[in-house]
């Protein structure tokens, strides 16, 4: 059995933390050449959430998001990458409470292989989320196949990074009706499960939004739940305990790699005590897992518990994970 130390240490060693570490980098040297500097990268909630959210004038929000491949992935599963690329993007809207508009490519490839198999992974992803493919770029004369994907979506009203506080619950919500496509860390709830359900279980999102019961949310990304968490935690200033005994899992599956997956469908919320009841029975209504996993604090650091034991996972007040260790500025996470 793995102990809360080795998974402490195996989570920030992780391919998926490296990834989002790198993000403080980026951010800085654009901010550093800036014009105006940090300033010109501001827009209604900061930079760091899973969106850009432009004020659409009507009291709402245009929603803007893209995501970029691994090249490794691509090469492996060329349709299933095609397929997550629409995926993601469209998990990135309903988690700021939005509801996807269209998505555009752009695409490399040496000729139409891997090229083919990467438009109908993602013709088919865009016909099961609406998302439709309205256009993008494309080189088919490349050494190495790559793919990017961005998307457009309207919201009402917000959930965002920014908005956890003192004393609300996390909450981890999972589709656990999926298995992985090895041999990577991707739990598949998507590609088999019907269209009209899958489009309902993200449409609680935006729900649970306009009901007033949830301002806080954040799909579950390539640095896991626990890196989720923390990218939240960093955004709204605060901290938590969780207990990863509480974390819906699937059954058989280890849990240093559940902590390593990225779902399908998966979201932490940090929900008021109030709205709690009400925000469980909507996600168990369409037979999601979801389950109050932490507590939120002012502490700015991560405890991760296992049974009687803790860990400091990560102090926000000495070691930025997303955002600029001088800046509270940070880039899409």
Known sequence: MTSLAEIVAELRASRGFAHKRDISDIVSALGQALPGGAADLSQVVPLGDDCAAIPDGQGGYLLFAIEGLVEDFIECMPWFAGYCAVMVNVSDIYAMGGRPTAVVDALWSAGMDPADQMLKGMAEASAKYAAPIVGGHSNNRSTRPQLAVAILGRARKLLTSFSARPGDQLVMAVDLRGAYEEPFPYWNASTRA??????????????LAEAGL???????SMAGAVGTALMLL???????VIDLDAMPRPAGVPLLRWLSSFPSYGFILSVRPEKLAGVLARFAARDLACAVVGDVSDTRTLVLKQGAERELFWDLNRDAFIC??????VLHA
């Open 214 to 220: 949830c301002d806080a949310a954040k799909d579950i």
């Open 324 to 329: 600029e260790a001088a800046d509270a500025q």
């Open 234 to 240: 960093e955004c709204s200033q605060a901290g938590a």
């Open 194 to 207: 019907p269209a009209a359900r899958l489009r309902g279980d993200l449409e609680l999102l935006p729900q």
